[in-house]
């Protein structure tokens, strides 16, 4: 096996993030010509911002169903509260991972420390067994691993002879790598996975691809290892994600993932007069009200064949 094959490469797209007092967000996953990479569904980049100007990060409760929750930090911090009773930080090399299940609910806030914000916020799809599953809060921090050129965190799954802790439900990879100046690093990668690289800072070239910084290169399964050249005279920032091609359709519309218009329309229902995603305390503000359903519906997507 080989990287002979060129990789797809995803532009982002800014979005508002966080309702009224909403920051922007380089979005890459999903969109019209991928919705998943693995159980990987949803790709958020942000900053570097000052917080100065920007306001910082303040998202008010809102629920999640079907789902996990993925906050990963370059700069800054993060203050995470849910209803299942987790108060937590999320600093820069600490992963700090949410299931939704049947339901939950948090806020995310930078704190008053924080002068630069940046990172990357991440789901991943609950397959149909599992998307009621119980709500959770994992937290890890992953020691760094050196490897021909490249200083890797592996957040999730296993990669450079280094395995995460973290429980998930389909095998999944999250990695941040930080690749020096010029240099040219293989890794061995599961050839079952499909892997996303997100480029974070620097510009990369994957199996032949030149990538640059907020562009998601895909590549489909078939190759056991991966050739990443940093193109700059400055270190590069890279996220690597992966896992086996997900074999459900699944809809997402706002912070919900299902399978059905119906699942949506009920998830919606219960956040807005329900007590199915529970009570965050400690965040002073009203929750986040849910945006109306769309008049036609909502139809499933599943990965590009």
Same mark, same amino acid.
């Given at each position: 096996?080989?990287?002979?094959?060129?990789?797809?490469?995803?532009?982002?797209?800014?979005?508002?993030?966080? @309702?009224? *007092?909403?920051?922007?967000?380089? *979005?890459?996953? +999903?969109?019209?010509?991928?919705?998943?990479? @693995?159980?990987?569904?949803?790709?958020?980049?942000?900053?570097? &911002? &000052?917080?100065?100007?920007?306001? @910082?990060?303040?998202?008010? +409760?809102?629920?999640?169903?079907?789902?996990?929750?993925?906050?990963?930090?370059?700069?800054?911090?993060? =203050? %995470?509260?849910?209803?299942?009773?987790? %108060?937590?930080?999320?600093?820069?090399?600490?992963?700090?991972?949410?299931?939704?299940?049947?339901?939950?609910?948090?806020?995310?806030?930078?704190?008053?420390?924080?002068?630069?914000?940046?990172?990357?916020?991440?789901?991943?799809?609950?397959?149909?067994?599992?998307?009621?599953?119980?709500?959770?809060?994992?937290?890890?921090?992953?020691?760094?691993?050196?490897?021909?050129?490249?200083?890797? *965190?592996?957040?999730?799954?296993? /990669?450079?002879?280094?395995?995460? +802790?973290?429980?998930?439900?389909?095998?999944?990879?999250?990695?941040?790598?930080?690749?020096? +100046?010029?240099?040219?690093?293989?890794?061995?990668?599961?050839?079952?996975?499909? %892997?996303?690289?997100?480029?974070?800072?620097?510009?990369?070239?994957?199996?032949?691809?030149?990538?640059?910084?907020?562009?998601?290169?895909?590549?489909?399964?078939?190759?056991?290892?991966?050739?990443?050249?940093? =193109?700059?005279?400055?270190?590069?920032? /890279?996220? /690597? /994600?992966?896992?086996?091609?997900?074999?459900?359709?699944?809809?997402?519309?706002?912070?919900?993932?299902?399978?059905?218009?119906?699942?949506?329309?009920?998830?919606?229902?219960?956040?807005?007069?329900?007590?199915?995603?529970?009570?965050?305390?400690?965040?002073?503000?009203?929750?986040?009200?849910?945006?109306? #359903?769309?008049?036609?519906? #909502?139809?499933?997507?599943?990965?590009?064949?």
């Amino acid at each position: 096996m080989s990287n002979a094959v060129q990789a797809e490469v995803l532009s982002a797209r800014d979005v508002p993030l966080g @309702g009224p *007092r909403s920051m922007t967000v380089r *979005r890459t996953l +999903p969109q019209r010509a991928r919705t998943l990479i @693995g159980a990987w569904c949803f790709v958020d980049h942000y900053g570097p &911002d &000052d917080v100065a100007d920007t306001g @910082g990060m303040d998202v008010a +409760p809102h629920p999640h169903t079907g789902l996990q929750t993925v906050s990963w930090l370059f700069t800054g911090e993060i =203050e %995470h509260r849910d209803s299942l009773g987790s %108060h937590a930080f999320v600093r820069p090399g600490e992963l700090n991972l949410m299931t939704g299940g049947h339901g939950i609910s948090h806020t995310e806030v930078s704190t008053p420390s924080t002068t630069v914000l940046h990172g990357v916020q991440l789901w991943v799809a609950l397959p149909d067994e599992h998307r009621h599953a119980d709500r959770d809060f994992q937290h890890y921090a992953p020691t760094p691993v050196q490897v021909d050129g490249v200083e890797v *965190r592996v957040f999730l799954g296993e /990669l450079a002879g280094d395995t995460s +802790p973290v429980r998930t439900f389909t095998p999944l990879l999250g990695a941040e790598l930080v690749l020096e +100046p010029h240099a040219t690093t293989t890794l061995t990668v599961d050839a079952g996975f499909e %892997h996303g690289l997100l480029v974070d800072q620097g510009r990369v070239t994957m199996a032949g691809t030149l990538l640059n910084p907020s562009e998601l290169g895909y590549l489909a399964p078939g190759h056991d290892i991966l050739t990443l050249t940093n =193109e700059t005279d400055t270190a590069a920032r /890279l996220i /690597l /994600l992966g896992g086996p091609p997900f074999g459900e359709e699944i809809i997402m519309w706002w912070n919900f993932i299902g399978r059905t218009h119906a699942d949506i329309a009920r998830a919606r229902e219960d956040w807005m007069t329900g007590n199915r995603f529970g009570v965050v305390k400690g965040y002073d503000g009203d929750p986040l009200p849910a945006p109306e #359903l769309p008049n036609v519906p #909502l139809k499933p997507r599943g990965r590009v064949r």
